[in-house]
């Protein structure tokens, strides 16, 4: 292999990496994306859990407001 063989492996190796470099996150996310809609069509189709009342929960004190009725509001340092 003299060096014009070379320079033309190793310039063919560069472009498909990088080449592979921009294809991958295309991949990775068609495979998140079909994951996700296996996912709706699953839950499009299982049975909805029946809610019993003892999973309810109740709130300990209903007199305490529920965190605050104030809007919050920052101090800036000079």
Known sequence: MDTTQTQAL?????????FALMILPAVF?????????RQIRQA???PLPRRTP???????DRSAPAR??????TTRAA
């Open 44 to 46: 499009e189709t299982a």
């Open 29 to 37: 996310g068609i495979v998140r994306d079909r994951r996700i809609d």
């Open 68 to 73: 605050s009725t104030s809007p919050h509001h």
């Open 54 to 60: 003892a999973l309810r929960s109740v709130p300990a």
């Open 10 to 18: 190793i310039g063919m190796l560069f472009v498909l990496g990088l």
